[in-house]
């Protein structure tokens, strides 16, 4: 039987993560013989129906630390995909490695040496410093049979022209409602704002405090992915306004969407570029308007008749948009029945349906 090595550093609840969740749990991957290697934390990749082999690694605050967890990481991943790959050409067997991201060097250098194809699936641009940026792109141009891009935006700017790449656009999670009811009235009701993010500067959080602060008729909720402990170090270091509601890693953030009236997403476009700004979409899904960078490969399904789209260092305006939705439940409406319209053409069926035209050519011509 083929196996087919996915390859995902970081365990966490990322949308490169989810993502290759439900990469692995395709149709078309029912009939390979499967192995997971990543790290040994707990997220997205946690609980799949797949063999797993985990290495150490973890993030750190300290550049230092991480770099050398990430050192470590890629040598346990050169040895451990190695060994796989070279257990399975005695048994007569072959194999795909699929790498997530850019980051997995080391698996990617192995399946150029050992397996019989290889395949990068990359979600990321906003890669510092750039000579570390550099030297991944030269291991994917040296490893990569093919490469697989999350946007046509970020195919654009991130292209590979000696290889063969694909664009697959991330769809929603197979355990969101394919058609949600959506309470219009409830929603414009409770009149909550969401953001979906980090604590990183980048991803626009300090944004997202000054606009809830000169906001206090407006209730605002953030879903952080950190751990209580970070979350605990950065409120020591800075005070949450009153009307922000903080959720960390909730287990249903389906009904936060469900229950939100505009989803937010503030990263800032020359620190942090969204490559395709997922919880955007799934916001979308639930019949959010958005707020939105102008720059991104969100932008492949993000337009003005969904919200607003802007830099999120220009608060004032994103005020005003804000409160000028609130009273208005017709100019709501709007932006939100076109948000369901075009979620709709990024269903969970469209993603599998996506991923078995691109990933069983492959399989078909390797077994």
Known sequence: MLEVIF???????????RVLRDLIESPCFATTDNLLVTNQSSGFLSGIAVRYCRIFYEYRKSKIITAVFLMLAQIQLFII???????RKVSGKRTIVVI??????GAAISAKLFSNYTIYYVHETSIRPLWYKRVLRNVVERCADEVIFVSNYLQSVECFPKLRSHVIHNGLRGDFDAMPVIDKTKKFSNGIVVFVGSL???????????????????????????????????RSRVKFPDNLEVIVRP????????????????????????????????????????????VGGHLDFVGAEHGLIIDS???????????????????????SDAAVKTAEKYSSAAFQKRVSEVFLP?????R
């Open 362 to 366: 492959v399989i078909e011509r390797l």
């Open 100 to 105: 997530n991201t850019l980051l997995p060097i």
């Open 81 to 87: 995909v190695t060994f796989r790959i070279l257990m």
């Open 251 to 294: 287990k249903d953030i389906l009904r936060y969407f469900r229950d939100s009236l505009i989803v937010l997403n503030l990263s800032i476009p020359d620190k942090w570029i969204e490559t395709f700004g997922l919880t955007l979409l799934e916001g979308m899904s639930y019949g959010c308007a958005v707020v939105a960078p102008p």
């Open 7 to 17: 390859v995902h550093l970081l365990n966490d609840e990322s949308g490169s993560a």
């Open 200 to 234: 990183k500067g980048y991803k626009g959080i300090y944004q997202l405090m000054e606009i809830a602060r000169v906001c206090p008729d407006i209730r605002f909720a953030a879903i952080f992915n950190c751990s209580h402990t970070e979350l605990s170090q950065f």
């Open 313 to 335: 260092r220009n608060t004032v305006a994103i005020v005003e948009f804000l409160k000028a939705i609130r009273s208005s439940f017709n100019m709501w409406e709007s932006f």
